[in-house]
């Protein structure tokens, strides 16, 4: 199946610092991804819709200028969470679709974000 | 908006036993897929099912899609240690989001 890297896999980082965080699909073209956040024993969060080419679309209630998402090419999309605070530790995780109608999803191993 | 209800949130079973986990929206769905996040990892695609009444079988693993296309479920026969893990579902609209099921964490006991 398709692959998705995300990296980093882990970062810890001081309250007030932004950190970046890179999808990359590996093996094939993504006009689009997906970021997701996952707090522990929770279901996958969806944050926000990265389109190449474009602004990305945020879920009710994500803070565009917090978490900004920027899809520069079509195998790249980074989430940058700026001025992070302790309730933003989470587990982040970023898929692309793939398939005929573009539904079936590959998700990248996730990158657990740690502030302290 | 879009909600997607998976019960149960927990299950304990003694290896060897049945499991089955229940998904239900509260909108009709294009396709259902069905994935599981090993504890630590991220979620990995199991199936899709598309069409109303589909039922897909992997292995110990069988997949069922709803007449109504708005319920499916998961049910693993005669569980291993090896199928523990959080059991998601996921809704696909047609205007192309994803929504996620809240989970259903397995642990197998030996």
């Known amino acids: 199946g398709a692959v998705v890297s995300q990296h980093p896999s882990r970062v810890i980082c001081k309250s007030g610092t932004s950190v970046k965080i890179e999808c990359r699909s590996l093996?094939?073209?993504?006009?689009?991804m997906f970021w997701y956040r996952q707090f522990p024993k929770q279901s996958l969060m969806l944050m926000a819709t990265?389109?190449?080419?474009?602004?990305?679309?945020?879920e009710q209630g994500v803070e565009k200028d917090k978490f900004l998402i920027n899809h520069a090419s079509l195998t790249l999309s980074t989430l940058t969470v700026t001025s992070a605070h302790p309730e933003d530790s989470s587990f982040y995780i970023c898929?692309?679709?793939?398939?005929?109608?573009?539904?079936?999803?590959?998700f990248g191993p996730g990158t657990r974000l740690l502030v302290l | 908006g879009q909600q997607v209800m998976q019960i149960p949130q927990y299950q304990h079973v003694q290896e060897g036993e049945d499991f089955t986990t229940y998904c239900n929206s509260s909108?009709?769905?294009?396709?259902i897929q069905w994935y599981k996040q090993r504890p630590g990892g991220h979620p990995v695609f199991l199936i899709q099912?598309?069409?109303?009444?589909e039922v897909k079988k992997q292995k110990r693993l069988t997949f069922q899609f709803g007449e109504a296309k708005k319920n499916s479920s998961l049910h693993i026969t005669a569980t291993q240690t090896t199928d523990v893990g959080t059991y998601f579902c996921?809704?696909?609209?047609?205007?192309?989001?994803?929504?996620f099921g809240q989970g259903t964490i397995l642990t197998v006991h030996p």
């Open positions: 898929s692309a679709p793939q398939g005929d109608r573009q539904e079936t999803q590959y």
């Open positions: 093996d094939f073209q993504a006009t689009t």
């Open positions: 990265s389109n190449e080419g474009s602004k990305a679309t945020y």
């Open positions: 909108t009709t769905l294009s396709n």
């Open positions: 099912l598309v069409k109303s009444g």
């Open positions: 996921a809704g696909w609209i047609w205007y192309g989001k994803l929504t």
